[in-house]
Each structure stands twice: as structure tokens, then as C-alpha cells.
């Protein structure tokens, strides 16, 4: 049997070797970082470090980071209560705290009128499309496009961002909150008074050290290239695609995107099925978000973007990660068509 070939990468990247290494380091900490003793005391300098290192890498320094159990919890530690306005696009865990009523145009492009009182993705996980964030923006998800694309907190114009360890090859189950220092904050979660008095409860310090390694190795990643040979790949995949499936939309291909991700509509063939036929193959890809897989429906995102139920409920998200070879891409654009050619055959 041949080796499966991962395509998800959007939903989440595989542990980088630099986070498990530097959570295997860190394993021998004993001590709560919130204890006095020695051993509290080191375990507090690994968090802090931690905090230093993914300031550094995430162009966050001087922004306060609070460390929380993931992008979802960091979405409402920034939204709760504030009463702010996005397009309906965004991710479930933004959307859950905020008013989807800011106009969207067919390029995928999000109008914040009153930046201040407004929260806008930096890159759309479906669709990979990339937003221009205005000055002034109250809170920008950049899960997605923190580690694929040269972004700093510090010039992105927003005062807050959503931050995910997993996304960036770090471990599940911690993220967080960048803010502007100064920036008011009332903490969800009250108990011991950590991170600041913002998020109370016990730090997950090998978390962060893992999140903080992945960040740097993102980091170095942009700096020498690797999604720019990324890019390349993805292109060769849906001009692959694209000369074949003629009815095939390819959402956002003359946006700017992030570089690894391709969301590709077939009218008539539902997202669910393809993903299926195409893991029964040896590839992982999705139908959208991760968090909404496995729901039988059409793209939120795509009917937000005008496109009807058919185009809508016929995609999926192919993302492709740093060690994506073109034997992959060339694998997969062979095993998708020679299951759009039996669609076509059905539909005839």
C-alpha cells in the first residue's frame, strides 16, 4: 500500500520536529510556574522565554501575549461584549461574538467601514484569499496567515490577533491573544489571576514552548523561500486540474492567497463525496473549515462570496504544506480526475 499523502494542511499543519523537540526539553519542568520555589521558578522561565521567542517570530514585540488553550478561546477573550461587525466569512469561533453584516464583494474582499468597530481575517482558511487590513482595525484573525505569509503584528494595523499553535506546526490545544500594550482586556476565565490577570488558570508551559519553536521555524521558513516553492506547487496543481475539469471554478485564482491553498468547485459533485473518494485514494484534503467538516451543507463562505448552492456545496480545500513535493501534487491531480471523469460520465 502507498504511503498517504497529507493535503489538509489549513486544519493543521504536523508537529514540526523543532516544537517536539523542544517540548521533549522541557518535559523535566516540575514545577507551576506560578509557585515561588526553584522549581516554579524555572518552569516561569520557560513560559516567559516562550512568550519572548513567539513575540519575536510573530512581529509582536512590545504587544502583550496572553497564552490561551486556542485561537476559539482567544476569540472570545477579544469579542465578548464589544459588539463588533465582520463579513460572513469569518471563522465560527469570530462569528459566534460578532454581527455578520459588513459588505462583501465576489473577490472575497471584506469593506470595514469603521475599522475600530470592526473584525476582519487576515486569509480565509477555504479559499485562502487575503485581506487588506485597514489602520485601526479592533481584532484581525491571522491564524491562517501567520507562518505563510511575511505578517507582523506590529504593522498589520490591528489591535488585537488570534494566534494558533497548531496551524503553524506547533501542538494542539494552545493558542493566543497578541493585543496592543494598554489595550483593555476583561479577563473570561477568572480564577488565580495568570497571564496578567487576563486568563486565569494554570499555564500549559510545554504548550508554549512548543508554539513559541514552531513560530521561529515558520519564521525561518518564510525567510528562505519554502512557500514561495509552495506556491509554485499550487499553481501547477490547478493548471493540472484546470485543463481537464473544464466546469471546475477555482475560487479566488486571481486574488492574492495564501500560497498553499486551492478551493476548487464542481458543479453537481458534493465536496463530501470528493473528500471521501479522494481518502479511499490516499489523500487527506477537506470540504471547508475543519472545524464545520462533516456537515452536510453548502460553503458558508462561498454563498457569502454570491455563489450559488450547486458551486457551493461542490467544494473542497486542498492545502498544501513545506514538505508538499510535485510528485504529490501530480499524484493527487491524477487521482481527483480520474474521479471527476466518472462524475462527468454519471452526469451525461
Same mark, same amino acid.
Given at each position: 500500500m502507498s504511503a498517504r499523502v497529507y @493535503?489538509?494542511?489549513? /486544519? &493543521?499543519m504536523p508537529l514540526r520536529a523543532e516544537a517536539r523537540a523542544a517540548m521533549i526539553a522541557a518535559m523535566d519542568s516540575v514545577g507551576n510556574p506560578s509557585s515561588v520555589h526553584a522549581e516554579g +521558578? /524555572? &518552569?516561569k522561565g520557560l513560559l516567559e522565554r516562550a512568550r519572548a521567542d513567539l513575540a519575536t517570530a510573530l512581529g509582536a514585540d512590545g504587544a502583550d501575549i496572553v497564552f490561551t488553550s486556542g485561537a476559539t478561546e482567544a476569540a472570545a477573550l477579544a469579542l465578548a461584549g464589544r459588539g463588533l461587525h465582520a463579513g460572513d466569512i469569518e471563522h465560527d469561533a469570530v462569528n459566534a461574538w460578532v454581527t455578520a453584516d459588513l459588505p462583501l !464583494?465576489?473577490?472575497g474582499q471584506v469593506v470595514a467601514r469603521d475599522p475600530a468597530q470592526s473584525t476582519l481575517q487576515m486569509a480565509n482558511s477555504e479559499t485562502g484569499i487575503v485581506q487588506t487590513l485597514p489602520e485601526g482595525l479592533a481584532v484581525s484573525d491571522m491564524t491562517q496567515a501567520f507562518g505563510k505569509l511575511p505578517v507582523a503584528f506590529n504593522w498589520s494595523g490591528a489591535g488585537m490577533a488570534l494566534a494558533s499553535a497548531h496551524k503553524l506546526g506547533g501542538p494542539k490545544g494552545i493558542g493566543a491573544l497578541i493585543l496592543k500594550r494598554g489595550t483593555d482586556l476583561a479577563a473570561q476565565l477568572r480564577g488565580g489571576g495568570q497571564e496578567m490577570g487576563r486568563r486565569a488558570g494554570t499555564e500549559n508551559v510545554l504548550g508554549a514552548v512548543g508554539f513559541a519553536a514552531a513560530a521561529a521555524a515558520s519564521a525561518r521558513d518564510l525567510a528562505e523561500g519554502t512557500w514561495d516553492r509552495v506556491a509554485i506547487l499550487r499553481d501547477l496543481l490547478e493548471e493540472t486540474l484546470a485543463f481537464e475539469a473544464k466546469d471546475t471554478i477555482f475560487v479566488g485564482k486571481t486574488a492574492t492567497r495564501l500560497p498553499n491553498t486551492i478551493c476548487l468547485a464542481t458543479p453537481g459533485w458534493k465536496g463530501e463525496t470528493q473528500v471521501m473518494q479522494m481518502d479511499l485514494a490516499g489523500y487527506a484534503v477537506s470540504a471547508g473549515s475543519a472545524c464545520s467538516s462533516g456537515k452536510v451543507r453548502a460553503s +458558508?463562505? @462561498?454563498k457569502a462570496m454570491g455563489y450559488q448552492d450547486e458551486i457551493a456545496s461542490g467544494a473542497i480545500r486542498v492545502s498544501l504544506g513545506p514538505d508538499t513535493t510535485?510528485?504529490?501534487?501530480? !499524484?493527487?491531480a491524477k487521482a481527483w480526475l480520474a474521479q471527476y471523469r466518472k462524475h462527468r460520465a454519471r452526469a451525461a
Open positions: @493535503l489538509d494542511h489549513n /486544519a &493543521s +521558578r /524555572a &518552569s !464583494g465576489p473577490d +458558508r463562505v @462561498l510535485k510528485q504529490d501534487v501530480l !499524484g493527487f
